[in-house]
């Protein structure tokens, strides 16, 4: 069974998204919206982690022998004014988007292994990773035009 490769992956893209939520967050605090929605959110992956935590004490969390190109690793820095927020968010949206195909591929696992405790945390998690991506998506379509248009 392979399941704890992606339940590994799964963790270490939560925690990469919380550490790069909080970075954007802090480092675009002028934006009062997207520091505190960012720290926000960062608590959701930080919950999404703990919650984690039965399936792989009874599944286990393996490496995986893949290259790195699945692997997202936090935002270091941030970048500086409109576009900068604009770049940083979008570096956020995909690691998002990681997580959020990753959480679909656990709960196709979990319908193949009957597992209704698995099911439930996916089911809870992955709401949560959507309602993520929503407000990046929301965010990144307010933020263009005020950085690809106004600034220069």
Not at 85 to 103: E, K, P
Not at 126 to 141: A, C, D, H, I, V
Request: charged fraction near 20%; include cysteine; aromatic fraction near 6%.
């Amino acid at each position: 069974m392979l399941l704890p490769v992606y339940l590994g992956l799964l963790r270490r893209a939560e925690q990469s998204l919380a550490a790069s939520f909080r970075q954007v967050g802090d480092g675009h605090a002028a934006e009062p919206d997207v520091f505190h929605l960012c720290h926000t959110l960062a608590g959701q992956c930080d919950a999404h982690v703990e919650a984690l935590g039965p399936v792989v004490d009874r599944y286990g969390e393996a490496p995986d022998d893949e290259p790195e190109r699945f692997h997202a690793d936090a935002l270091a820095s941030t970048r500086s004014g409109p576009l900068g927020l604009l770049r940083d968010l979008q570096d956020v949206y995909v690691l998002a988007s990681l997580v959020d195909i990753t959480w679909t591929l656990v709960r196709q696992a979990g319908s193949g292994l009957r597992d209704e405790e698995l099911l439930g945390i996916v089911s809870a998690c992955s709401s949560g990773t959507e309602l993520q991506l929503s407000w990046l998506s929301t965010r990144l379509k307010q933020a263009a035009p005020q950085a690809l248009v106004v600034a220069s």
